[in-house]
């Protein structure tokens, strides 16, 4: 079986936004890191922005517009680090930069991985098709990245987002002790591999 998927389209059309002078792209609504348009007073969030079309997304964004618009100070949207998830079987879960991009920006980098095989929560399961890659600043150990495939890796992506925004390291994620049996095991051994220190590997 294929699953095709044509993606997002979105539905900006009789909103009005010629006449009040609101700036559309091919993608939707030309908006800044605030999610402010081109037009003074005016925000758009969601779907319509062409960013990336998830709920968590538009619930971020929409915060990011309030707190702007009643002049506080947000964090501007950062749509790198923003989890990306796919809930198929089995799951697809990322953020931040693929081995690829960080070498192009010009990183030096390590990768750690670790397959879901080797995992006992996994094991108990029966859902050992998957894996945990990290991306990692050869140079600082920081975390530039993560990619997974696997059983609830989507549960997994809170952790490596909050040690990405603490600029957590490897050698930090390895450190830290992890229940067992668990799938979050599969961080741990990961960020242990980009050392070249992982155990159950």
């Not at 062409?50 to 619930?59: D, F, R």
């Not at 929409?62 to 809930?87: F, K, L, S």
């Amino acid at each position: 079986m294929v699953l095709v998927a044509v993606g997002v389209q979105p539905n900006i059309e009789e909103l009005g936004l010629d006449a009040a002078g609101v700036a559309v792209d091919r993608s939707g609504i030309v908006v800044d890191e605030f999610l402010a348009t081109n037009v003074p007073g005016v925000y758009a969030i969601g779907d319509v922005t062409g960013k990336m079309p998830l709920a968590h997304v538009a619930s971020a964004q929409a915060v990011t517009a309030v707190e702007h618009i009643m002049g506080m100070e947000p964090q501007p949207m950062d749509y790198v680090n923003m989890p990306r998830t796919t809930y198929c079987n089995p799951q697809i879960a990322s953020f931040g930069l693929t081995e690829a991009q960080a070498r192009e920006q010009g990183y030096e980098v390590n990768v750690g991985v670790f397959n879901a095989l080797a995992n006992g929560k996994a094991l108990a399961m029966g859902e050992t098709e998957g894996m945990v890659k990290l991306v990692v600043d050869a140079r600082y150990g920081e975390l530039l990245g993560g990619h997974m495939i696997g059983p609830e890796v989507t549960e997994l992506l809170g952790e490596l987002s909050m040690t990405r925004m603490l600029e957590g390291t490897t050698l930090e994620l390895g450190w830290t002790v992890h229940a067992h049996p668990s799938l979050s095991e599969m961080l741990k051994e990961a960020a242990l591999s980009a050392q070249g220190r992982a155990v159950h590997m």
